[in-house]
């Protein structure tokens, strides 16, 4: 009995990780493809590629200095706050490129 237990719950974790696969995969590649990159319009983080944040509705990057930024750019310290599940909460300073 405890084999067929063992059969049935490695059935369902491969059906769950199938279909975290079949969700997820098609959204990060549209996003990757799709998303913004340095400059570009945005209206949350979603809207621009991985590893570029929506900030004053243009998405940017982070920097360690100006020249990690593009032409007439600096690289700033922005007090950056985060809502998940309705919570906002405090994420620190970070170093972005702004214009």
């Given amino acids: 009995m405890q084999q067929q237990e063992q059969a049935s719950l490695k059935t369902i974790l491969i059906v769950l990780f199938a279909t975290l ?3 997820l995969i098609p959204v990060l590649t549209y996003r990757y493809f799709s998303g ?6 945005c209206s949350d983080s979603i809207g621009c590629r ?4 929506c900030t004053f509705s243009y998405c940017t990057e982070k920097c360690e200095q100006d020249s990690d930024c593009p032409e007439n750019w600096q690289c700033r310290d922005l007090s950056i706050s985060r ?3 309705g919570i906002e909460y405090d994420a620190g300073e970070v170093k972005m490129c702004v214009r």
């Fill in 83 to 85: 809502e998940r599940l």
């Fill in 36 to 41: 913004g990159i340095t400059g570009e319009d």
């Fill in 21 to 23: 696969a079949v969700i």
């Fill in 50 to 53: 991985p590893g570029y944040y």
